[in-house]
């Protein structure tokens, strides 16, 4: 079992760039799967970027290709999200979500919140036009 823990978020300007953080507690971190949602105020929990366990694999939401970066270091039970050129439509509580996998399976992430097991609080970024 893991506790992922957000960190990172603030306000920024628009253009501007965050890097939020997801420390993960446990020593099966590399079992896991990672992935980043978000929440806008108003709407639904949407998908923002999920790592395969060796970070091998990524995926991205369309509106997010060529901005954002998902990374991990399995030695520091860390996942990392690289923001840049950010716009107001990114602002949102951002969450991290870790998916256990199955012993042998193929490495791979998942951009279905309902295959994740574990989730953080949620960290707010603020994106001022």
């Known amino acids: 079992q893991v506790q992922p823990v957000e960190s990172g978020g603030g306000l920024v300007q628009a253009g501007g760039s965050l890097r939020l953080s997801c420390t993960a507690s446990g020593r099966t971190f590399s079992r896991y799967a990672m992935g980043w949602f978000r929440q806008a105020p108003g709407k639904e929990r949407e998908f923002v970027a999920a790592?395969?366990?060796?970070?091998?694999?990524?995926y991205y939401r369309d509106s997010v290709k060529g901005r954002f970066t998902i990374s991990r270091d399995n030695a520091k039970n860390t996942v990392i999200l690289q923001m840049n050129s950010l716009n107001p439509e990114d602002t949102a509580v951002y969450y991290c979500?870790?998916?256990?996998?199955?012993?042998?399976?193929?490495?791979?992430?998942?951009?279905?919140?309902?295959?994740?097991?574990?989730w953080g609080q949620g960290t707010q970024v603020t994106v001022d036009p």
């Open positions: 979500a870790a998916d256990l996998t199955p012993l042998g399976s193929q490495d791979l992430g998942s951009q279905n919140e309902e295959a994740y097991d574990y």
């Open positions: 790592i395969s366990r060796s970070g091998g694999r990524k």
